[in-house]
């Protein structure tokens, strides 16, 4: 099963996997992407999830949903735990230039529009796909709607 497209804003292929399929993180590309992972609790993101995200190297993380701040902070956690290990192996500091940046907000909507306008423009390589990762298994017709609004140039209220 390959990433279902769900669109393209800003020369940016938007894909949407979620995790009801068994081979989800087999869909996960190795390079120039951004992670949008949406979770509303802890129960709903697999044990292993952030390993194998952060091992297909995601220039960035936007977490979204209920549990956002939470999930932001874990894939932190997993991020400086891998750095380690990378130290241990190497015997050399790592590099957190190459970590990815992780923000967390809520709002699915606030949250879309960042990884698809923003946060590009931050990451160290050329950005060409942004992947919805659903954990809640249920945001796919939300963010469809949404990105015709964010092709035509949407702005979020009060910007």
């Not at 390959?2 to 390079?31: C, D, F, I, R």
């Not at 750095?83 to 590099?95: I, K, R």
Request: net charge negative; charged share 15%; glycine share 4%.
């Amino acid at each position: 099963m390959k990433l279902m497209v769900l669109g393209s804003v800003n020369n940016l292929s938007v894909q949407y996997v979620s995790t009801a399929h068994e081979a989800w993180a087999a869909q996960l590309p190795h390079s120039n992407w951004l992670l949008l992972a949406i979770a509303d609790e802890a129960a709903q993101v697999p044990n292993t999830a952030l390993t194998v995200c952060l091992h297909r190297s995601p220039a960035g993380i936007g977490c979204t949903g209920q549990w956002a701040a939470t999930l932001e902070d874990d894939f932190d956690m997993e991020i400086v735990l891998q750095a380690l290990e990378w130290e241990e192996q190497h015997q050399l500091p790592f590099d957190y230039d190459y970590a990815p940046v992780t923000t967390a907000d809520p709002d699915l909507a606030e949250a879309l529009w960042y990884a698809v306008n923003l946060a590009p423009n931050m990451a160290t390589e050329a950005i060409d796909t942004v992947v919805c990762l659903d954990f809640t298994r249920q945001q796919e017709a939300r963010l469809r709607d949404l990105l015709p609004l964010l092709a035509t140039g949407w702005l979020l209220p009060g910007t």
